[in-house]
């Protein structure tokens, strides 16, 4: 039962649009949200969260938006960047701080030159 | 501050035979959880422990297991080693209630079962 998913297992940009990866999940107890970026042979990096309590959070050229109705989170990279070619998970926090954070498959972005 | 150490990065192992693999995490952070990556699997959750107890489990054999000392510092063992636990195994650490209850990995230890 993927509590977590990630739809999009590889996405395609050219370098200076909008990269857009996307997220659904199942679970109405979630409420803290997650992105991390993971190279090759390296572990994931931390790269932004949300709080369910926001609809929208921004750092850099990086936003995360929240649709709690539809339960469905989405991360915006713009401008894309060759270096944002990576492996994009989504993680999910239960409200439960005891119980385990839940990821998705992940998404393999490639940013076209 | 230091990140999440995990050691040995790469080993090779024989199959049958067994492994140890060791976690330092964040100082202060006393829930460590283990994962395993193998290509187009995603991360797959081993088991997570706190204040040296574990606490949440994922759906791996009895093969697989770990401990957590009363530093923290955990390691996780895979006996009786087959080819298909050959794999990026992650370790990430958190203080949960803090920082939104954001999780940090280490780089990894490379395991390859011939």
């Known amino acids: 039962d993927q509590q977590v998913k990630q739809n999009s297992p590889s996405l395609s940009v050219q370098e200076g649009r909008i990269s857009i990866l996307n997220c659904d999940y199942t679970?109405?107890?979630?409420?803290?949200f997650l992105w991390y970026k993971k190279y090759p042979a390296e572990g994931p990096t931390f790269l932004i969260s949300i709080s369910s309590i926001k609809d929208k959070n921004e750092d850099g050229r990086f936003t995360v938006f929240l649709n709690k109705s539809a339960k469905h989170l989405s991360l915006h990279i713009v401008p894309s960047q060759p270096g944002d070619s990576a492996v994009y998970f989504c993680a999910a926090s239960p409200m439960n701080r005891d119980d385990k954070i839940i990821f998705g498959k992940g998404t393999r972005l490639h940013i076209l030159p | 501050k230091a990140g999440v150490t995990q050691t040995p990065r790469y080993l090779i192992k024989t199959r049958g035979q067994q492994v140890t693999l060791s976690c330092s995490p964040i100082s202060g952070h006393r829930s460590v959880s283990w994962y395993q990556q193998t290509p187009g699997q995603g991360l797959q959750f081993l088991f997570e422990y706190f204040s040296e107890t574990q606490r949440n489990k994922g759906n791996f054999p009895g093969r697989f297991s770990g401990r957590q000392f009363s530093n923290s510092r955990s390691e996780m063992n895979v006996s009786t080693l087959e080819l298909g636990d050959s794999a990026l195994y992650l370790c990430?650490?958190?203080?949960?209630?803090?920082?939104?209850?954001?999780?940090?990995f280490g780089e990894g230890s490379w395991l390859t079962v011939v």
């Open positions: 679970n109405s107890m979630f409420d803290y």
């Open positions: 990430a650490s958190r203080e949960p209630g803090t920082a939104g209850n954001t999780i940090y």
